[in-house]
T-cell receptor
Framework: GAVVSQHPSWVICKSGTSVKIECRSL??????MFWYRQFPKQSLMLMAT?????????EQGVEKDKFLINHASLTLSTLTVTSAHPEDSSFYIC?????????FGPGTRLLVL | DAKTTQPPSMDCAEGRAANLPCNHS???????VYWYRQIHSQGPQYIIH???NNETNEMASLIITEDRKSSTLILPHATLRDTAVYYC?????????????FGQGTTLQVKP
């Protein structure tokens, strides 16, 4: 099956710093990628849809200036959490659109101190 | 996209079949039923999907009722590694760029 990777798998940072998370489709090209966030004991919440070569589409309530998304190629999308605060601590998961379904990355756990 | 209803939790004995139900009474004609699962602290894993016919792959079988208002995911011989949260999602894949919206899912606990 299709493989999606994320890097890093976990990150700890100080409050006020920015963190970049990479999402790569390893064996297929993805025009569209998606970013989700998951808090403990909750379901995945879609944050934004990332389209190659164009601006991302953000879900209601997600600050586009805080969560910067760049989809510069057909195999790479990045999510940058700017000026991170402890409430941004979460599990961030990306997915890439394949032919018939979405394939998910393993997730990135972010802890902001 | 149509919403789905799943029981919050289920138990299953190891080696037995696990039958996970899902109601999607407002599904429309061009929406597929997708199943994913999420093992603790991992990204979701695609299991199977179908439109109206029953489907089977190496992981599971999907039974969709004739009126398409409900479906059942069947894991024929559950193992401890099948313990996970199982999500039933109704998804309109027009242009293959539709959004997957996750509900609360069913937590399946496979017991020895």
């Amino acid at each position: 099956g299709a493989v999606v990777s994320q890097h890093p798998s976990w990150v700890i940072c100080k409050s006020g710093t920015s963190v970049k998370i990479e999402c790569r489709s390893l064996d297929f090209q993805a025009t569209t990628m998606f970013w989700y966030r998951q808090f403990p004991k909750q379901s995945l919440m879609l944050m934004a849809t990332s389209n190659e070569g164009s601006k991302a589409t953000y879900e209601q309530g997600v600050e586009k200036d805080k969560f910067l998304i760049n989809h510069a190629s057909l195999t790479l999308s990045t999510l940058t959490v700017t000026s991170a605060h402890p409430e941004d601590s979460s599990f961030y998961i990306c997915s890439a659109q394949g032919r018939e379904t979405q394939y998910f990355g393993p997730g990135t756990r972010l802890l902001v101190l | 996209d149509a919403k789905t209803t799943q029981p919050p939790s289920m138990d299953c004995a190891e080696g037995r079949a696990a039958n996970l139900p899902c109601n999607h009474s407002t599904i429309s004609g061009n929406e597929y039923v997708y199943w994913y699962r999420q093992i603790h602290s991992q990204g979701p894993q695609y299991i199977i999907h179908g439109l109206k016919n029953n489907e089977t792959n190496e992981m599971a079988s999907l039974i969709i009722t004739e009126d398409r208002k409900s479906s059942t995911l069947i894991l024929p011989h559950a193992t401890l590694r099948d313990t996970a949260v199982y999500y039933c999602i109704v998804w309109k894949t027009t242009g293959n760029t539709g959004k997957l919206i996750f509900g609360q899912g069913t937590t399946l606990q496979v017991k020895p």
